[in-house]
């Protein structure tokens, strides 16, 4: 199965609102990473966490290794907040892979 | 900051042919280089890992024979699409860190159309 589980796979938000996406790792994840991925393909890096909270502006990210999940929470979302993102896992079992969970596709509308 | 420049952006190759795509990491010593496909399903799939000074690592059902990579210090990793078809069509994207406590940074994909 999936290792990296990531819901939903799909959010339309109205501009202003706020909400979260989520990740749970059947792996015994060690650090984290979450990206936006814009429509040219570029991945941008939004978090870099090993287990614990960051924020930056309007987007704070999680990361729990012993209940094995990771939020990503977008505050009073922006018509340029729209994308995919992803969350990806590293894990001792894994080396130095990073193995990617399968993207929230965001809409945000006004 | 660290930035990773990869090039080119998108190619178009005939079936059969190859293509060699490069990534430069700029502002940091890139020590690993992970080579990804993103398929059009959006999946990514890890093709292989390379770490300066130790083998490069092909996962499952990708080898060196048909993806050859060449990291040959720590600015550079170049890797080749080898007699290329259909299914290989896609993104990929190379990413780069320092250390294994630091995070990757991706560059912005090369996408490969096979006609």
């Known amino acids: 199965g999936d290792k990296v589980k990531q819901s939903p796979s799909a959010l339309s938000l109205q501009e202003g609102t706020n909400s979260a996406l989520r990740c749970n790792f059947s792996?015994?994840?060690?650090?984290v990473q979450w990206f936006l991925q814009n429509p040219r393909g570029s991945l941008i890096n939004l978090f870099y966490?090993?287990?614990g909270t960051k924020e930056n502006g309007r987007l704070k990210s999680a990361f729990d290794s012993k209940e094995s999940y990771s939020t990503l929470h977008i505050r009073d979302a922006q018509l340029e907040d729209s994308g995919t993102y992803f969350c990806?896992?590293?894990?001792?079992?894994?080396?130095?892979?990073?193995?990617f969970g399968q993207g929230t596709i965001l809409k945000v509308y006004l | 900051g660290a930035l990773v420049y990869q090039y080119p952006r998108r190619t178009i190759c005939k079936s059969g042919t190859s293509m060699r795509m490069e990534c430069q990491a700029v502002?940091?010593?890139?020590?690993?280089v992970a080579w990804y496909r993103q398929s059009p399903q959006k999946t990514f799939e890890l093709i292989a890992l390379s770490t300066v000074n130790s083998a490069i690592k092909y996962e499952q059902n990708f080898t060196q024979e048909k993806f050859p990579i060449s990291h040959p210090n720590l600015s550079f990793s170049s890797m080749t699409v080898l007699n290329a078809y259909l299914e290989d069509r896609g993104l990929y994207l190379c990413?780069?860190?320092?250390?294994?406590?630091?995070?990757?940074?991706f560059g912005s994909g090369t996408r490969l159309l096979v006609i």
């Open positions: 502002g940091f010593q890139a020590t690993s």
């Open positions: 792996i015994a994840a060690t650090t």
């Open positions: 990413g780069a860190r320092y250390t294994r406590n630091s995070d990757y940074t």
């Open positions: 966490l090993v287990p």
């Open positions: 990806a896992a590293e894990a001792a079992s894994s080396g130095q892979k990073l193995v």
